[in-house]
Every structure is written in C-alpha cells, then in structure tokens.
C-alpha cells in the first residue's frame, strides 16, 4: 500500500482513541466516540430480504433493533463461514490423501510395484503446506506442531517397508509391519487433523462493535477485537487504494497499523 508523505501526527493531549479490530489478517480501526458495546453475536438474526449482501439482518439488543454489517461482505472478503469451510475443505483432502498414500503403498508391495509417491515429507502436499502455513491461533498451531513427527515416520515408513521387503520379509511380515506401524501413523495424522478442524472452528466467534452516531446504530461484524489505543500517525491513501468505507490508513500506540472506518458512510447502509 502507498502512502503519501504528508502524514498528519497527533500529540499524547488529544482524546483520539480508537478500537483496533480483525477482518481476516487486515487490521481495521473504528472511532471510540462512536462504539457503544462490544459482544458476542449469539442472538437469533432476523434476514431483511431486500437489503444489500453486506446487510446480513437484525438483532434485538436489548429492545433495540440493531442492523447487522458483515464487514467482510463490505470489503469484498470471503465470510467467515466461507473461510472455515474452505480450511476444513483442504484439511480434508490431506487426510483423505495420506489415506490413499498408506493404501497404494500396500499395494506396491504386495504387487512388486514401484512406488512414485513421495517419501520425504516435505515433498507431499500437505507437508509444504505445513512447512509455510502461520497462524496467531495457538490451538491450532499446537494442535498442527503434534503432527510433524508421525507424519515424518509416516513418510520414512516407506523406505522400511522396501528395505525389509528387500531382504526377504515375507508379505506377512510385511502386513505386520503395515497394521503394527504405518497405518497407525496414518492414523494419528487423519485425528489431529479432525482435531485441528475442530480448534480451528471453535477458536472464531463473530463479534459484534455497535456503533452510534447519535441518531443511528448498526452492529459491525469481524472477526476479532483488538486493544484501544491512541491514535499517533494518518496517512492519506492513494486514490487506487481507496474506499468509501476507509479514510485512511492510521498507526495507533500500541504498534497497530489499520485502516481507520469511515464510520458516517456505514451508516448509509441502512437508511
């Protein structure tokens, strides 16, 4: 993202606060003067059927109807849900294909087949996605950390099973070797990756930051909320990384760097 230089500071005196929240891995911040309450978005959604994607329905929060932007629609992004779905989606097909793995390598052996599938696990789909994914989510994180050693025991089992073949085991020592050792392997990978759907699905719960501007309230909808800080430092945006929706890109004092809401334009929304 371009900046331009002329940036405009603020001094520690000013009452400039702003609450830092997460769509996706983007940082977003909105005005302290316009937030009323942040919860969790528990209550049942009544669908308005002719309002805009991003206007997802409205809640009664606490005898207010209060209008719900999914701000995820709002900026283009894939919904939350979309996102799950498609983690869970992929995680599946690497279980399914260290399934497959297990099942073709006990049919090379028993058919005196060469085996072309990869035996360094580093070099399967799932392990360079494993070696270059990074999540902030610690149970997912410590839940993929368990995997790495039977999935590299796994991939090694290969090299065993032809060495023992080649010195003459028989295919029932063999399948001994396969039931005893590898499949259980193959098995712990195909549960922790159960698990890691798992934590990752229960580790996001939809916020809600309702805002007012005195006349009008709505309730945005992200992924996270972050901590308050001052904000130090505005930076104008590039006409191309405009929206009517973002005034510009502000760095708050805890370090955060977001895009500061436009919060008058959402309430455009909903009238």
């Known amino acids: 993202m371009d900046l331009k230089k002329d940036s405009t500071e603020y001094n520690e005196n000013e009452n400039n606060l702003w609450l830092a929240v997460s769509l996706s891995d983007q940082k977003y911040a909105v005005n302290c003067d316009y937030v009323d309450s942040i919860f969790q978005?528990?209550?049942?959604?009544?669908?308005?059927?002719?309002?805009?994607?991003?206007?997802?329905?409205?809640?009664?929060?606490?005898?207010?109807?209060?209008?719900?932007?999914?701000?995820?629609?709002?900026?283009g992004m894939a919904t939350l849900d979309e996102e799950l779905s498609a983690f869970e989606a992929m995680l599946r097909s690497y279980q399914q294909a260290h399934i497959n793995w297990v099942n073709e390598l006990r049919s090379c052996l028993q058919e005196g087949r060469e085996f072309r599938l990869p035996t360094d696990p580093h070099a399967c789909a799932f392990g360079k996605w494993y070696d270059s994914f990074k999540s902030e989510n610690q149970a997912v994180s410590s839940t993929l950390a368990k995997i790495d050693e039977p999935h590299k025991k796994l991939h090694e089992s290969a090299h065993k099973c032809f060495s023992l073949k080649g010195q003459g085991l028989d295919w029932d020592g063999l399948q001994k070797v396969l039931n005893e050792e590898v499949q259980p392997y193959s098995e712990q990978i195909v549960a922790l990756l159960d698990l890691t759907i798992k934590s990752y699905r229960e580790s996001f719960r939809k916020i809600c930051v309702a805002i007012s501007n005195g006349s009008s309230r709505i309730g945005m909808i992200t992924d996270n909320v972050h901590t308050v800080g001052r904000l130090e430092k505005e930076y104008p945006l590039e006409k191309l990384n405009r929206s009517m929706y973002i005034k510009s890109l502000g760095d708050l004092s805890d370090g955060t760097r977001a895009l500061l809401i436009e919060e008058q334009q959402l309430f455009t929304l909903v009238h």
């Open 41 to 75: 978005l528990q209550q049942e959604i009544t669908e308005l059927p002719e309002a805009g994607r991003e206007i997802v329905g409205v809640i009664n929060l606490r005898g207010i109807m209060l209008p719900l932007v999914d701000m995820r629609q709002l900026f």
